[in-house]
Antibody, heavy 117, light 110 residues
């Protein structure tokens, strides 16, 4: 069964940085695109970023463009999200998800990021 | 303001059928596959329908999806109390080069 486990969340002050990780297992990680999706407390799903299986194409949502960077290490089966210049509105549960036809099939359980002074 | 439009809530009695809509545009629903996700309270989203009308293995046939033009519909028959959840539609927007979701529909089984 596909497993995705996010880590790296926590409480961070506005303007600081945080790096999230997503450890993948039970599938050939290097053959799949990967997404980050977030969900603010009590709100709906918001797509954040998407990277092709080989890293050759990357897409970002406008609210995070220029501040967040998605990356991956295929030999370590790990996806990352580097988040810089964090704002209060970035507070959310961040999910990593495997790509299927440009959307998501399997999701991790998420990691909570709280941006607060 | 979500790119895809879903009704905030729907309700029906156990055993009944409910449908929920997802309205988009030419650059997303009209030209990309629609996916439906079920999010039970306190849990991660789970894939319910992919490629407009396909069910992953393990998803009961009570759940079905359809699409016409720029609108999609999720139908659930034989409602159970365990179906109470928020249901999200999603699609890839080829103009934005971005994933887009609806705001979610909360299903209440009365």
């Amino acid at each position: 069964q596909v497993q995705l486990v996010e880590s790296g969340g926590g409480v961070v002050q506005p303007g600081r940085s945080l790096r999230l990780s997503c450890a993948a297992s039970e599938f050939t990680f290097g053959s799949y695109g990967m997404h980050w999706v977030r969900q603010a407390p009590g709100k709906g799903l918001e797509w954040v970023a998407y990277m092709w299986f080989d890293g050759s194409h990357i897409h970002y949502a406008d609210p995070v463009k220029g501040r967040f960077t998605i990356s991956r290490h295929n030999s370590q089966n790990t996806l990352y999200l580097q988040m810089n210049s964090l704002r209060a509105e970035d507070t959310a549960v961040y999910y990593c998800a495997r790509e299927y036809n440009y959307m998501m099939d399997y999701w991790g359980r998420g990691t909570l990021v709280t941006v607060s002074s | 303001q979500s790119v895809l439009t879903q009704p905030p809530s729907v309700s029906a009695a156990p055993g009944q059928k409910v449908t929920m809509s997802c309205s988009g545009g030419d650059s997303n629903v009209g030209r990309s596959y629609v996916f439906w996700y079920q999010q039970l309270p306190g849990t991660a989203p789970k894939l319910l329908i992919y490629d407009d009308d396909e069910r992953p293995s393990g998803i009961p046939a009570r759940f079905s999806g359809s699409k016409s033009g720029t609108s999609a519909t999720l139908a659930i028959t034989g409602l159970q109390t365990g179906d109470e959840a928020v249901y999200y539609c999603g699609s890839w927007d080829i103009s934005l080069s971005a994933g887009v979701f609806g705001g979610g529909t909360k299903l209440t089984v009365l």
